[in-house]
């Protein structure tokens, strides 16, 4: 098995012993993404429309960084602070997804790292050109 480990600036730094993405025989493993700011590592103001979207941009900078795009993703694991939150991420989630989405799944966390509202992670299919 071959595994490349994916970093970039362009996404907040790791907040723990994990790295952002992992590529292994052409698949991209994305950890989980809070709605946190690359540059200040602090959670973006606005509730949790303005942190999916920030989570969903620094998902995507992950992929870009591993040579891939959000079409390459197929499947998506959501968490939610708190369900009733549903309706407004999904909002947002829709204007990143438009075509033929991936698989996904929405589960309600008790609780989330620095007290986010949403946190989003991502597996991803490069081809064996992700290697």
Known sequence: ???????TDRAPAAIGPYSQG?????WLF????????PQTGQLVPGGVQAETE??????????????GELTNVVKVTVYLRDMADF????EVYARFFTEAPPARAAIQ?????????VEIEAIAYLGAEGE
């Open 87 to 90: 309706a407004a991420m999904n």
């Open 1 to 7: 098995m071959s595994k490349r480990i994916v970093q």
């Open 22 to 26: 992992v590529v292994a025989n052409g």
């Open 30 to 37: 994305i950890s989980g993404q809070l709605g946190l700011d």
């Open 54 to 67: 920030q989570a969903l941009r620094n998902l995507r900078a992950v992929l870009q960084a591993a040579g």
């Open 109 to 117: 966390a008790a609780a989330l790292p620095k007290g986010a509202a």
